[in-house]
């Protein structure tokens, strides 16, 4: 057992994700390839820990935004399949070839670069074609021009164009439908052109549970695999896969008029016992949750008070129950014992469900079931 050296942590349950990604898998069907998105440590989870059950429970891919978070998987298994969702620099494709990584790509020039490398290992280089197709982040819009780079591209001897994508800026249904034909349109466009594409894809979460076409036979949800809900049309049950809790460190008995935390922003209202705990916006916590945030103590609600500091914050427990030293404290919960959920968090700091567990810091150790 390695020893957990703080009492601030996040519990990641294995098996809710092992039950998402079977969900996802009874949703989508076997003809439709999933790739879940592990980027930013697993949206906070571990993506090196989570890895062995996505890829257990039936993922084709593991997905990454950078090569620091491409290295970190291939370091921990050299035998994962990792794919580059975002752009590598030209300095820095030779670790994507190296590693046997499947990069993103959008122009001759890199393709060319990764051409050559691999032609010098003897080997193929993997890539998908990166189309924007309205987002204007990633990859070139649907053009003739682009339509015969791609099939130079194809013409590469180094390189297997082993995909083709695009992502959805889910601006609303009508847009969504004019991204979706621009994609399929210029797909048809190279294919006449004699290149060929075995995964076909632009779904993420929202997508390929609200929009059942789009899925075409590749999906790349990233917030689904944790539980987290978006989709409004469709249906699908998922659990949350993290809690975070932590433990009082120390109780102080105050009186009416004293304030807490910097510049006293709070102040007691009566005598009062307050607790302190040992997480912060260090951590990952919202420092815009001040006057909003609480946790749950012996199943009761006690209130954040004052200005949320680096490492530690301070909860009002006047109103809970046996509460001592070394009291649990639930920051993030399933919601079932009172707790906030990811949901809520999202709400209260004004921010959406994957930057609520993205944010959360290296620091707190994570634990598994
Ligand atoms: C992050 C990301 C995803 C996953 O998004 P979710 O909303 O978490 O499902 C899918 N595709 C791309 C290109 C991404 O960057």
């Not at 050296?5 to 994700?17: A, G, Q, S």
């Not at 789009?214 to 993290?242: D, S, T």
Request: with cysteine; hydrophobic share 40%.
């Amino acid at each position: 057992m390695v020893e957990i050296l703080r009492d601030t942590v996040v519990k990641v349950n294995l098996d809710e994700i092992a039950f998402n990604m079977q969900q996802i898998g009874k949703l989508v069907g076997p003809d439709v390839a999933i790739m879940p998105v592990i980027k930013a440590n697993g949206y906070g989870h571990g993506a090196v820990k989570i890895a062995p059950t996505l890829l257990e429970n039936g993922a084709v891919y593991l997905a990454v935004a950078t090569l620091t978070e491409a290295l970190e998987l291939k370091d921990a298994d050299e035998s994962w399949p990792v794919f580059i969702l975002g752009h590598t620099p030209d300095r820095l494709l030779h670790h994507v070839v190296e590693r046997d990584i499947t990069q993103t790509i959008f122009s001759f020039e890199q393709a060319k670069i990764l051409n050559d490398l691999a032609l010098k290992a003897g080997k193929k280089a993997k890539i998908h074609i990166k189309l924007d197709t309205g987002f204007h982040r990633l990859g070139k819009m649907p053009t003739a021009e682009y339509a015969d780079e791609v099939c130079k591209i194809n013409e590469l001897p180094g390189i297997e164009i082993e995909g083709i994508f695009t992502h959805l800026a889910l601006a609303g249904d009508e847009e969504n439908e004019e991204q979706f034909k621009a994609f399929m349109d210029f797909i048809a466009k190279v294919e006449s052109m004699g290149c060929s594409f075995r995964y076909k894809h632009l779904a993420d979460s929202i997508a390929c549970v609200d929009f059942p076409e789009y899925r075409l036979n590749m999906i790349r949800p990233g917030a689904l695999i944790y539980g987290m809900v978006g989709f409004h049309k469709g249906q699908l049950e998922v659990h949350q896969a993290m809690t975070f809790v932590t433990a009082v460190s120390q109780i102080h008995r105050i009186p009416a008029g004293e304030g807490v935390s910097y510049d006293y922003l709070w102040k007691a209202k009566r005598d009062s016992l307050i607790a302190t705990l040992p997480f912060g916006y260090a951590d990952g916590y919202p420092r815009n949750m001040r006057d909003k945030g609480y946790v749950i103590i012996n199943g009761v609600k006690a209130p954040l008070i004052g200005v949320l500091c680096m490492d530690q914050c301070i909860a009002d427990v006047t109103d809970v129950p046996g509460v001592h030293e070394g009291s649990e404290a639930v920051i993030y919960g399933n919601g079932k014992d009172g707790s906030m959920t990811i949901q809520e968090a999202s709400i209260l700091a004004e921010t959406n469900k994957n930057d609520i567990i993205a944010r959360i810091t290296a620091r707190p150790p994570r634990v598994y079931n």
